[in-house]
């Protein structure tokens, strides 16, 4: 079973850094993606960015482009994203999430929390 685990969230004041990290193990696939969503009080949980094993290919939510970098180290295999000019609206439990090659290949992190303040 894969396995997820996350690291870096904390506190921050706007327009500052954080770097969250996403160790996966317990899988042998050359095909997945892994991404990060988010989720606010009261709000539905949403899509940050998310990038593929296969060609390196990423998206990114609207609201992040220009400020997110999703990279990975496929040796480590973990994830990275780097959050830069952070928002108070950034503020948010930010999971990762891992996709295999199937729709039985889910999987989420534990959560870790983001919060920035203004």
């Known amino acids: 079973e894969v396995q997820l685990v996350e690291s870096g969230g904390g506190l921050v004041q706007a327009g500052g850094s954080l770097r969250l990290s996403c160790a996966a193990s317990g899988f042998t696939f050359d095909d997945y993606a892994i991404g990060w969503f988010r989720q606010a009080p009261g709000k539905e949980r949403e899509g940050v960015s998310c990038?593929?094993?296969?060609?390196?290919?990423?998206y990114y939510a609207d609201g992040v482009k220009g400020r997110f970098t999703i990279s990975s180290d496929h040796a480590k295999n973990t994830v990275y994203l780097q959050m830069n000019s952070l928002k108070p609206e950034d503020t948010a439990v930010y999971y990762c999430?891992?996709?295999?090659?199937?729709?039985?290949?889910?999987?989420w992190g534990q959560g870790t929390q983001v919060t920035v303040s203004s």
């Open positions: 990038i593929r094993s296969s060609d390196g290919s990423t």
């Open positions: 999430h891992f996709e295999g090659p199937g729709p039985e290949y889910d999987y």
